[in-house]
């Protein structure tokens, strides 16, 4: 079955640049979404199709793709930014997430 | 507004059965894809399953995890989607999230419903 592999955390700066990569094989064939879990709270959209931003999604949040690896990329991060980032493609059929990134901003 | 307000959660005995409904509103239920995606205490997100529109028959596809022991099924005129989860076991304990798929190009989740808590427990 189909993997992504994200780091388990990243750590930023207050007004910096956070990265989030999310990999796969053969990841640059496939469109990438983005989620964030903040705690205790459901999941929300905040990049689809490898870069877009839905409404409401501040321009902060920044989605692209190179090779086998994707990033969410968090322009001048906020405290209001900590949560869990889930990427997730569709393949075969099937939902796959990967096992998220938890950003803590410092 | 569009939202997913979801019932049925609780706490049940290993080899029982629970429903969970997930109640749509602010948009056309009847022509979008639903999943539903659970989360077990302290760990990351995991797809359970969906089910397609009419336009698609309502074909279900669902994880190895739970096929053959969860059913979903969708009732558009009550704009109400369905997780039928039957022979519970403990690992099934976790909050369960229904959502809206978009399914151009690709499939994706665009509204969430707040979660239901299941426990799976003697």
């Known amino acids: 079955s189909f993997e992504l592999t994200q780091p388990l955390s990243v750590s930023v700066a207050l007004g910096q640049t956070a990265r989030f990569t999310c990999g796969g094989s053969?990841?640059?064939?496939?469109?990438v979404h983005w989620y964030q879990q903040k705690p205790g709270q459901a999941p929300v959209l905040v990049i689809y199709?490898?870069?877009n931003r839905p409404s409401g999604i501040p321009d902060r949040f920044s989605g692209s793709k190179s090779g086998n690896t994707a990033t969410l990329i968090i322009s001048r991060a906020q405290v209001e930014d900590e949560g869990d980032y889930y990427c997730?493609?569709?393949?075969?059929?099937?939902?796959?997430f990967g096992g998220g990134t938890k950003l803590t901003v410092l | 507004e569009v939202q997913l307000v979801q019932s049925g959660g609780g706490l049940v005995q290993p080899g029982r059965s629970l429903r969970l409904s997930c109640t749509a509103s602010?948009?056309?239920?009847?022509?979008?894809?639903m999943s539903w995606v659970r989360q077990a205490p302290g760990k990351g997100l995991e797809w359970v399953g969906f089910?397609?529109?009419?336009?698609?028959?309502?074909?279900?596809q669902y994880a190895a995890s739970v096929k053959g022991r969860f059913t979903i099924s969708r009732d558009d005129f009550k704009s109400i989607a369905y997780l039928q989860m039957n022979s519970l076991k403990t690992e099934d304990t976790a909050v369960y999230y229904c959502?809206?798929?978009?399914?151009?190009?690709?499939?994706?989740?665009?509204?969430w419903g707040k979660g239901a808590t299941v426990t799976v427990s003697s």
């Open positions: 199709r490898d870069y």
């Open positions: 602010g948009f056309t239920f009847g022509d979008y894809a």
């Open positions: 959502s809206r798929v978009r399914t151009r190009v690709s499939f994706y989740m665009d509204v």
């Open positions: 997730q493609v569709w393949d075969s059929f099937t939902e796959v």
């Open positions: 053969n990841i640059g064939s496939k469109n």
């Open positions: 089910i397609r529109s009419k336009d698609y028959d309502g074909a279900t």
